[in-house]
């Protein structure tokens, strides 16, 4: 029997090796349905993850070549989400 993933909801909903990549965030708050924190999320294992996160990430992300795919319009407002994402930073 293979076992589910649980769906992520909140940073909080990662596994640890992600969660220790946001500790200069609340997880609480970053929400995967949000642009903003969803780039927080993924950009945090990108930039300082291990294989161990990258793998996560791998498996939450849609597959295909198509969800690779990334229009000047779209990542105009990625760069708009990640301003935002600053207010989601601890005090």
Known sequence: M???RRAVVTGSDA???VQRLLKSYDPAA???NEP???YVIVREVLVRGDRA???WLRG???TGTASLKL???RWGRYRRASSRSTA???A
Do not use: T, Y
């Open 36 to 38: 903003a924190g969803r």
């Open 88 to 90: 989601i930073l601890r």
């Open 71 to 73: 229009d000047s319009d």
């Open 15 to 17: 596994p640890i090796e």
């Open 30 to 32: 970053l929400r995967w």
């Open 60 to 62: 939450v992300l849609p």
């Open 2 to 4: 293979v076992a589910k």
């Open 53 to 55: 996160a990258k793998n």
